[in-house]
């Protein structure tokens, strides 16, 4: 865990090797669990907030894949929140770095019963078919897992497969069940979700496209407004490797103008804005790349200044989505 810097990745503050039991100490995550969480406030959130929260899911994916890591235990339990609804990936006790490996795919020993092992217990329905049957987990499989947090978010955080066991669901996925859309879950987002359990892993999404396609629904609200029945017209999908994730709609909402000095100054950290804006974090988008490490980097060293910036900046998204579904017209 202490390599890993991102935002929306669970961030390591120390360990206790001195006394047993041994502890490790991360950042505080106010709001619990992410399934938890979404249980008690039950139909809460408005769904551009909830696409902010699977955004911030798909980034620290990225992140992860990016650097060679495959989770295999990716779920909403094992996702934290923190006052500002920012979801960040946590619980990497059965994570494996895949190296020098022409698959790309790291293989278990063996597998037993309904769960898979060595190295602990990984629950069936949130595990890609491949991974079952052969064992392989790559990042491909981890996306599996990632359409299955989309549908227990957008659930407010409904069990998986209801009251199946891991035998029938197993033999469901097998015979190319998928599980259907949440009441009131946007078209598109649905669609993501079965592109994600694609029974062809090649076929499923990357978490880059993924994390694009997003951004685009986010910049496109009026595409999330329609549930049920066919896409609207115009709207193309693509989740195969190599392509771009892209949806077509509907005129885009426009964002009030944002100015970099004018939120520095709202946060109380304007003495920032010429080192911001001459490494090129001169817009929202770009400061939501912002590490604690490109930060040092850059000068600001302070911890209570990094934690304040990248809370602001993605609080100050949540914003923006907000406003966007209060100015959209209904479709």
């Not at 990632?146 to 197993?170: L, T």
Request: aromatic share 8%; proline share 5%.
């Amino acid at each position: 865990m202490g390599q890993f810097e991102h935002p929306n990745i669970i961030r390591l503050e120390g360990v206790v090797t001195r006394c047993k039991p041994l502890m490790i100490i991360t950042e505080y995550m106010e709001n619990g669990s992410l399934d938890a969480f979404l249980r008690k406030h039950d139909g809460q959130f408005t769904v551009i907030q909830l696409v902010g929260m699977l955004r911030g899911i798909a980034s620290g994916m990225k992140y992860l894949s990016d650097m060679s890591y495959v989770h295999r235990d990716l779920a909403a339990r094992n996702i934290l929140v923190n006052s500002n609804l920012v979801c960040k990936v946590s619980d990497f006790g059965l994570s494996r770095v895949l190296e020098d490996d022409p698959e790309a795919a790291y293989t278990t020993r063996e597998a037993t019963g309904s769960y898979l092992s060595p190295g602990g217990k990984i629950p069936i329905r949130w595990t890609a078919p491949e991974a079952i049957s052969y064992r392989k987990f790559t990042t491909a499989s981890d996306v599996w897992g990632y359409g299955i947090v989309m549908w227990e978010v957008v659930s407010y955080g409904e069990r998986p497969y209801w009251d199946m066991n891991n035998q029938d669901v197993i033999k469901a996925i097998e015979e190319g069940y998928r599980l259907p859309a949440p009441m009131d879950c946007p078209v598109v987002l649905h669609q993501l979700m079965l592109d994600c359990w694609e029974r062809e892993r090649a076929d499923r999404p990357s978490f880059s496209q993924i994390l694009n396609m997003l951004d685009k629904l986010i910049r496109n609200p009026g595409t999330l407004r329609r549930t049920g029945g066919d896409r609207p017209p115009g709207m193309i999908l693509e989740s195969s490797v190599g392509s771009e994730v892209c949806v077509s709609v509907v005129p885009e909402v426009c964002v009030p103008q944002w100015s970099l000095y004018d939120w520095l100054q709202s946060i109380g950290l304007e003495r920032y804005r010429d080192v911001l804006a001459a490494a090129g974090y001169s817009s929202h988008d770009s400061l939501l790349a912002l590490t604690h490490k490109e930060m040092d980097r850059l000068g600001i060293i302070t911890p209570s200044h990094q934690d304040i910036l990248i809370a602001s900046v993605q609080q100050e998204m949540l914003s923006q989505m907000q406003h966007l579904q209060h100015s959209m017209v209904p479709v």
